[in-house]
C-alpha cells in the first residue's frame, strides 16, 4: 500500500470522463468539473469530490439514489438545492445529506454569477440503482459495477 503526502486539492487534475448519461443529457453536465480527491488517496469505500459548477451550470439530473449516501458541503458560492420540491439557495458551510433509498430527489443548480464549489462525498455500495423522476432515465449498476443507462421501462439507451 502506497500512503500519498497531503496536496492542494486543485493540484488534483479534474477528472475528464464522459459522463454516464447518454445523450441528450450528457450534454447538460458539461460545465461541470470534478477533482476525484478520494480516488486520488486510493479510497474504496466512499468518494470524494471537489466538484465546481460554473455559472449556469448543474450538478447532475434531479435524482436520488436506491442505496448509496450522499453528502454535500458548500465551499464558494451559493448553488440553488432542488430537494424534493422545495428549492432553496445553499451558502458557503452549509451542508446536506441525502440518504440513499429515501425516494427523495435532489439537484444543485448555479444560477449565480460565479462559481459554486462544493466537497461531495458518496458511499459505494454495490448493487445501486439511480431514479431520475423527471426525465426517462434510470442508471443501473451491475454485478461488475459498471453503470449502464435504461429507460424507464428498462430498455437500454
Known amino acids: 500500500m502506497t500512503d500519498k503526502r497531503a496536496i492542494q486539492a486543485m493540484a488534483i487534475p479534474?477528472?475528464?470522463?464522459k459522463s454516464l448519461?447518454?445523450?441528450?443529457f450528457a450534454s447538460l453536465v458539461k460545465h461541470?468539473?470534478?477533482r476525484r480527491l478520494g480516488d486520488h488517496f486510493g479510497l474504496a469505500n466512499f468518494g470524494v469530490n471537489l466538484t465546481t459548477l460554473a455559472p449556469g451550470?448543474?450538478?447532475?439530473?434531479?435524482h436520488h439514489h436506491g442505496l448509496q449516501d450522499e453528502?454535500?458541503?458548500v465551499l464558494s458560492?451559493?448553488?440553488t438545492l432542488r430537494h424534493g420540491e422545495e428549492e432553496y439557495r445553499m451558502s458557503p458551510g452549509e451542508c446536506?445529506?441525502?440518504k440513499g433509498g429515501s425516494g427523495l430527489a435532489h439537484q444543485l443548480l448555479n444560477h449565480g454569477e460565479v462559481d459554486a464549489v462544493y466537497l461531495e462525498?458518496?458511499?459505494?455500495?454495490?448493487?445501486?440503482?439511480?431514479?431520475?423522476?423527471?426525465?426517462?432515465?434510470?442508471l443501473v449498476q451491475g454485478a461488475d459495477g459498471a453503470w449502464s443507462a435504461r429507460h424507464k421501462d428498462g430498455s437500454p439507451y
Open 96 to 98: 446536506i445529506g441525502f
Open 21 to 24: 448519461y447518454p445523450e441528450p
Open 121 to 138: 462525498v458518496g458511499d459505494r455500495l454495490p448493487g445501486d440503482t439511480v431514479d431520475y423522476p423527471d426525465d426517462d432515465l434510470a
Open 71 to 73: 453528502f454535500v458541503y
Open 77 to 79: 458560492g451559493n448553488p
Open 57 to 62: 451550470a448543474i450538478s447532475a439530473l434531479k
Open 14 to 17: 479534474e477528472h475528464k470522463a
Open 32 to 34: 461541470r468539473t470534478r
